[in-house]
């Protein structure tokens, strides 16, 4: 089977189980609650091979002075990501919450000094810290967060004080999958979002895995 085959199949079963679920409605809101969000995950992630090849095609068109900072929430992402740079011989350095306290320093610093490194990878809950990466001219997001207020938050390590050159910022999903649903949350539904994916409350759940699954 394909990706696409794998993946609507997943999420056709993904849909048969919420709806079972919304029928009966049986046992507590948020157990089931987080049964649907580790599902989502795993549909989100049988994305993430497609977008790590149109990242490396895109990157291998970049000029000289081009530098990218790529974001995922997912360090696991970052290892592939990490193995398929290596392969097509591009020079990049990474930054995420295992390093030490220098190694962090180091790892900045050899970015925004070091002209043969062109990509930094970063965890996104990394890239939301205090940083500076205004040698950076792009931003990759390779995988839309619930709460959109951290993505906004790892940008504005590029557009920082200091900036001098334009920063154009990519975001990586694929149309009609649960990437392209959360884009269009972020947009649509930022409320939404916020309160059934950080807060301890309960209403409106099940509409957001609704609009999630593509029900809506």
């Known amino acids: 089977m394909d990706e696409r085959k794998i993946y609507d199949k997943m999420e056709s079963d993904t849909k048969e189980q919420f709806r079972s679920w919304k029928e009966s409605r049986n046992g507590d809101l948020k157990n089931n609650y987080v049964t649907f969000l580790e599902m989502i995950l795993r549909l989100r992630q049988i994305c993430n091979h497609t977008q790590l090849l149109s990242l490396v095609e895109f990157l291998n068109q970049n000029n000289d002075d081009d530098k990218?900072?790529?974001?995922?929430?997912?360090?696991?992402?970052?290892?592939?990501?990490?193995?398929?740079?290596?392969?097509?011989?591009?020079?990049?350095i990474r930054f995420d919450g295992k390093m030490l306290c220098n190694q962090r320093e180091e790892a900045v610093n050899n970015f925004n000094n070091d002209p043969k490194i062109k990509v930094l990878l970063i965890s996104l809950k990394c890239g939301s810290l205090g940083l500076n990466l205004t040698a950076a001219n792009q931003c990759f997001l390779m995988d839309p967060w619930w709460n959109p207020s951290i993505e906004d938050q790892a940008i504005d390590r590029i557009y920082r004080i200091?900036?001098?050159?334009?920063?154009?910022?990519?975001?990586?999903?694929?149309?009609?999958?649960?990437?392209?649903?959360?884009?269009?949350?972020?947009?649509?539904?930022?409320?939404?979002?916020?309160?059934?994916?950080?807060?301890?409350?309960?209403?409106?759940?099940?509409?957001?895995?609704?609009?999630?699954?593509?029900?809506?």
């Open 68 to 92: 990218s900072v790529v974001f995922s929430q997912w360090t696991s992402f970052l290892d592939l990501i990490e193995i398929a740079f290596k392969d097509a011989n591009v020079k990049f």
């Open 162 to 216: 200091g900036q001098t050159r334009p920063v154009s910022v990519f975001r990586f999903f694929i149309e009609n999958t649960i990437e392209d649903r959360v884009f269009k949350l972020q947009k649509k539904k930022r409320d939404l979002i916020l309160q059934a994916f950080e807060s301890n409350e309960s209403p409106n759940i099940d509409e957001a895995l609704q609009v999630l699954l593509g029900d809506s």
